[in-house]
C-alpha cells in the first residue's frame, strides 16, 4: 500500500479539478478526436481524479512533501 501523502484539502482540489478537466478535455477540446490539447487536459484531469481519490501523489516523493499535516518520521531525525 502506498503511503498518504495528500491531505483533505488537496485531495479535494486534486478531485474537483479532475472532475473538470477529464471531460471537458475529451469533450469540449475534442480528445476523443485526437486533439493534442484535449488530450493532455485530459490526462492531468485523470492524474487528478486518480491521485485524489487515492490520497498518494508520485510527483510529491522526490521531494518529501506532505500536505497531511503529520510529520513524516524520517523529518523528525
Known amino acids: 500500500m502506498l503511503p498518504r501523502n495528500e491531505g483533505a ?3 479535494a482540489v486534486r478531485l474537483a479539478v479532475g472532475v473538470i478537466l477529464l471531460p471537458s478535455g475529451l469533450l469540449l477540446l475534442d480528445g476523443l478526436q485526437g486533439s493534442v490539447v ?6 492531468i484531469g485523470l492524474f487528478g481524479l ?3 481519490t487515492t490520497g498518494f501523489c508520485p510527483l510529491y516523493l522526490p521531494f518529501g512533501v506532505s500536505t497531511t499535516g503529520r ?6 531525525l
Do not use: E
Open 71 to 76: 510529520r513524516r518520521t524520517a523529518d523528525r
Open 50 to 52: 486518480v491521485s485524489g
Open 38 to 43: 484535449g488530450l493532455v487536459l485530459a490526462a
Open 9 to 11: 484539502l488537496d485531495r
